[in-house]
């Protein structure tokens, strides 16, 4: 390292110096986490893991299971489908792209977080992959469906297969078993995509099959674009499937990144990435059942009524309205994955609750998330500390891996998790 | 240089005058957009602020090398009046750059009263830089 590098190192350090963690604060579990004092730095506290090669190393899961690598050379698997036949879809891609730079900051930030992603172009497409012998290797992938716009969210409901483009929910007829849909899809709605700061449009179906769930995260980090662009964002939409007419069930839920039905209630929960630059330990991200007509506080508040005061003007009739979140899962892990264990899960400790992939921080210097955890649950609600599921995602300062979306596969009881920094899908399974 | 009578009406070299004005016209325009913002919270003026507060940083740094080495070969200069023309200028771009960090965060924390007050810093320490090197000097001007 020059003079030059040491010298800027050392500055940011010291502009950073008051943003710093205090170790062994414990930012999960149900109940209200510690919220230390908010701290407005001048630079924010920041640490990108840039990305290391896996070199022959894998995720670990817990003593008793197996990771292999499902399938490799992906181009930016996000989020993961299981269908009823057992093929497995992965939607591929990178939105935001037209998300105008409206300061210095906007383009000095974009290049620091560019380091810890992947140089692969998303690939605008949703992949199959059939690992029909079980041997944990995809002997089949191939293209679904291409061209694509930054497609997330998947689901599939009785011969329709739906995806959240980064702009619009495509629904295509799909028999399982099929390799190739060529056909256009149908639109059943446009979604908000102005801006699109952020562009990940989370999907799930209900349990009765009749209405679709969109996340729609806001437009900006704490309303620093102007509030008149977060319009129906920070929110979650209850969309007919039948007739695609909408409604929004959550407000001020800052990002949904993931959906899924909780298989005990068929209750709705989401995971949700939560504000930053308000420190190393604010504000935790969370898992939270979406409670109809609910408003979390985004961007006048956080868990519950914890005032922001970057907003102006500022709303107290809506922080007094701001609803508590169900789990916090610590601050920046960035959880951008949720899935629920059903028909028993893996059995014994991992039988009821929910797996949640995190991307990893950029925003405290104690890198966190960068795994996949495992949320207990009883009688439909959390029941206990998240516990570390699949991790070796981390090399020191490094990042191997950054898991995504995940899926449970109760028929062939497998997890596969997403990384979008390897292109890889993993899949973790019992030991024979 | 021949000067009449001992006085010199350029005292800056053009090219370092120009920065400088640069420097006084964009922290004085990010002073005024940040008002603005801090009236009306439209995020667009602290968007300005931003930009204009960067701009004030990068011309303003170009005169404050020069000032740097004009303060060490003062030449003709008096080193006094030098040493004050750097001062009011690292004044000014100091504050110029804590302010651009200040500016990068969001929303409201983008200029507050920290925000505020620094860019009246910089624009009072670019008026004051102004009218130490664009003054009318005797022979012995601050520098070429």
Known sequence: MNRRWLLLAAAAAALQACGRSEPGLDQTGSGKPPLPEQQHTLLPPMKIATP??????????????????????????????????????VAEGAGGATAPKMRPKDIIAGYIKAKGKTKVKGGNRVTLLRDADGDGRAELKTTLIEGLNAPYGLAFVDGQL???????????PYQPGQTRITEKGVEVTKLPSRINHHWTKSLTASADGTKLYVGIGSNSNVGERGLDVEEERAVVWEIDRLTGARRTIAHGIRNPTALAIEPRTNALWAVVNERDELGP?????????????????????????????????????????????????????????VSFARDGG???????????????????????????????????????????????????DHARGRPVGVAFDPAKRILLVADDLSNTVWRVAPAR | MPASRGIRATPLHPLHAIFLAFALALFSSGLASDVAYLKSAAIQWTNFSAWLIAGGCLFGGLALAWAIVA?????????????????????????????????????????????????????????IAAVVGYSEQRAEGITR
Do not use: C
């Not at chain 1, 190393?57 to 993961?80: E, H, N, S």
């Not at chain 1, 739906?162 to 295509?172: G, I, K, M």
């Open chain 1, 52 to 89: 290391a090669g896996w070199n022959g190393a894998m995720p670990t899961a817990p003593k008793g299971f197996t990771v292999t690598a499902l399938a490799t050379d992906l181009k930016i698997p996000r989020q993961l489908l299981v269908l009823p036949n057992g093929d497995i879809l």
């Open chain 1, 162 to 172: 739906y995806v959240a483009n980064q702009d619009a929910l495509l629904r295509f």
């Open chain 1, 281 to 337: 330990q604010l504000v935790p991200d969370y898992l939270t059942a979406v409670r109809d007509g609910a408003f979390y506080g985004w961007p006048y508040s956080y868990w519950g009524q914890n005032v922001d005061p970057r907003v102006r003007p500022q709303k107290p009739e809506m922080v007094a309205k701001a609803v508590v979140p169900d789990y916090a899962l610590g601050s920046h892990v960035a959880a951008l994955g």
């Open chain 1, 346 to 396: 893996f059995g014994g400790a991992f039988a009821e609750g929910a797996f949640v992939g995190e991307h990893g921080s950029w925003n405290r210097q104690d890198l966190s998330g960068y795994k996949v955890v495992w949320v207990p649950f009883a009688n439909g609600r959390p029941s206990g500390k998240p516990v570390d599921f699949v991790i070796g995602f981390l090399d020191g």
């Open chain 2, 71 to 127: 303060a060490v070969f003062p030449g003709r200069a008096t080193r006094g009046r030098a040493l004050a023309y750097l001062a009011a200028v690292a004044v000014m771009w100091i504050a110029g750059l804590v302010n651009s960090f200040q500016h990068s965060q969001d929303a409201w924390a983008s200029v507050g009263t920290v925000g505020l007050v620094l860019s009246i810093i910089s624009t009072l320490a670019a008026l």
